[in-house]
């Protein structure tokens, strides 16, 4: 079992639509990132989450230290939203990240 | 701008050759990493050095080579030891401090097999 776990794999939605994407882990964490990686394949960091909640805009990323889930909620969805989402933890006082399979979100118009 | 680049965007490898891919960043980051995409994956960690001079191995180090003579600078070679070097290669940079800050990336190399 992998110790990054993301649902959907796969997404699709109507432009406007809410977006919610899951991620679960079993290790102990520092630190939870989410990414954006796009078709040309480079990736952005769009949060980085050790309690809480925290917005940019229209993205809202949360985080449920108990229960090891993040969740990142993207409302009134855009086709330029069309991406792979990736949940990446921090294990323990490493540096290294630990990454999810990622979840690819497909907004039509 | 800050910021990591990779070069070059794509590469192609003939059998028993070493390729080397190039990563440099400007944001006068400590760590630097190199990951592996392989499709249906997640991100796997090659390598990483936290300082000059000085690196680590990751997950699946065999068939790989780094460098790090440069804070800036962090080259890695894709020696014919490696069997299956087909694969989307990701450069990242971070502080290095155990301070939860972002590791930023480059844009990616993607190395084919002729």
């Known amino acids: 079992k992998n110790e990054v776990e993301q649902s959907p794999q796969n997404l699709t939605a109507q432009e406007g639509e809410f977006i919610t994407i899951n991620c679960s882990y079993s290790?102990?964490?520092?630190?939870l990132h989410w990414l954006q990686q796009h078709p040309g394949g480079g990736i952005v960091s769009l949060f980085m989450l050790s309690s809480g909640k925290k917005k940019h805009g229209r993205l809202i990323a949360t985080i449920n230290i108990q229960e090891k889930h993040s969740s990142l909620h993207i409302t009134a969805s855009h086709p330029r939203d069309s991406a792979v989402y990736i949940c990446?933890?921090?294990?323990?006082?490493?540096?290294?990240?630990?990454f999810g399979t990622g979840t690819r979100l497909q907004v039509f118009p | 701008d800050g910021g990591i680049t990779q070069s070059p965007k794509y590469l192609f490898r003939k059998e028993g050759q070493n390729v080397t891919l190039s990563c440099e960043q400007n944001l006068n980051h400590d760590a630097m990493y190199w990951y592996r995409q392989d499709p249906g994956q997640g991100l796997r960690l090659i390598y990483y050095?936290?300082?000059?001079?000085?690196?680590q191995k990751g997950d699946i180090a065999e068939g790989y080579s780094v460098s790090r003579e440069k804070k800036e600078s962090f080259p890695l070679t894709v020696t014919s030891a490696q069997k299956n070097p087909t694969a989307f290669y990701l450069c990242?940079?971070?502080?290095?401090?155990?301070?939860?800050?972002?590791?930023?990336f480059g844009d990616g190399t993607r190395l084919s097999i002729l």
């Open positions: 990446a933890v921090r294990k323990g006082d490493t540096d290294k990240l630990i």
């Open positions: 990242a940079s971070s502080s290095g401090q155990v301070s939860n800050q972002p590791q930023h």
């Open positions: 050095s936290q300082i000059v001079n000085d690196f």
């Open positions: 290790v102990g964490i520092s630190a």
